[in-house]
């Protein structure tokens, strides 16, 4: 079955590095790919997504490509900030189905 | 994207009871989505609720405890029933819009004593 896999946490960053959270995944065929963020004690945004082969998402300056020969969605974002403190999950879906998501990676980001 | 409430946002219950969540969207969505969120972990799905149809189960859950209503296109409520505490959790649901994605729920957060 398909399956996401994201680097372990927490990830401590100070204020303005740079971030990488990687994801890989295994799935069949062409899935959509996403990556959402929870603050704490809040649900689950959609941060950005990517549907085929090389397309890049992004928003609020995170970015992630959809690398097919590398089965890959890592996320990265130039500069972080305190207020990027969250949990980023990285999910696919086939067409109309579940998300998979991976185990969720902590970000801290100190001033 | 669309707007979906939750209800209860939390409640702590006593072991042996049972709690409705509700789930409301904002307009008409085919498919709806119950996930559970384990203190600490991923999300995991439990169920999806079609309307007008009986909801589909994910391997580990069963509807005894676990039964889902979906009377109409805009809401679905999902029961946890005889409560344990390692029922507690953050209970979410979600719609699919359009393009595959799925818009979540604030999440209903249950602490079971």
């Known amino acids: 079955g398909d399956s996401v896999t994201q680097m372990e946490g927490p990830v401590t960053l100070s204020e303005e590095a740079f971030l990488t959270i990687n994801c890989t995944y295994t799935a069949t065929g062409y899935p959509s790919l996403f990556w959402y963020v929870q603050y704490p004690g809040e649900g689950l945004q959609l941060l950005l997504k990517a549907t085929k082969a090389d397309d890049k998402g992004s928003n609020k300056g995170f970015e992630a490509t959809y690398r097919k020969e590398t089965t890959s969605f890592h996320l990265e974002k130039g500069s972080v900030q305190v207020s990027d403190s969250a949990v980023y999950f990285c999910?696919?879906?086939?067409?109309?189905?579940?998300?998979?998501f991976g185990g969720g990676t902590r970000l801290m980001v100190k001033p | 994207s669309a707007v979906i409430s939750q209800k209860p946002s939390r409640d702590i219950c006593q072991r042996g009871t049972s709690l409705t969540i509700q789930c409301q969207v904002d307009?008409?969505?085919?498919?709806m989505f119950w996930y559970r969120q384990q203190p600490g972990q991923s999300l995991t799905l439990i169920a999806t609720a079609n309307q007008g149809s009986e909801a589909t189960y994910e391997s580990g859950f069963v509807i005894d405890k676990f039964p889902i209503s979906r009377p109409n296109l805009t809401f679905s409520t999902l029961t946890v029933s005889n409560m344990s505490p390692e029922d507690s959790s953050i209970y979410l649901c979600?719609?699919?819009?359009?393009?595959?994605?799925?818009?979540f729920g604030p999440g209903t957060r249950l602490t079971v004593l």
């Open positions: 999910a696919l879906t086939h067409a109309g189905n579940m998300l998979t």
């Open positions: 307009s008409q969505v085919t498919m």
């Open positions: 979600s719609v699919d819009l359009r393009d595959n994605e799925q818009f």
